[in-house]
Each structure stands twice: as C-alpha cells, then as structure tokens.
C-alpha cells in the first residue's frame, strides 16, 4: 500500500509528500527484519521475515 502511495503521489508532482512516504516505508522495512508487514508504531515484524517484496523500499529509496 505504502509502496502505491508513494508511485501517486510521485506522479502527481508532490515530492515532499513522496520523500515521507519512501523513508517512512525504507525505516519500517529494514527495523521490522524485512518482514511481510509491520506494526506501524513500534515496526514489531509479523508475517513471513524476510520477505522478498519488502525490498521493494529499497526501489523507492533510490528515488529520494
């Protein structure tokens, strides 16, 4: 979800709004252990860890 918010609000010109979005979702995949999702106030992982498609924030970081 993270992930769509970040390629919309990238395409629709707000780049501040993108930034948060992409270091928001870099620090909880990388605190969580890269796990399939996380608790979005203490990072705690949950799911499968590590999970291949959370390195999709690295994509993102790349972009900031």
Not at 30 to 56: C, F, K, L
């Amino acid at each position: 979800m993270s992930y769509l918010l970040w390629l919309a609000a990238c395409r629709a010109g707000e780049p501040s709004v993108a930034a948060s979005i992409g270091r928001s979702l870099c620090d909880g995949a990388t605190v969580s252990g890269w796990a399939e999702y996380w608790n979005p106030d203490t990072a705690t992982g949950h799911g499968a860890i590590p999970q291949s498609w959370a390195t999709v924030a690295l994509l993102v970081g790349e972009h900031d």
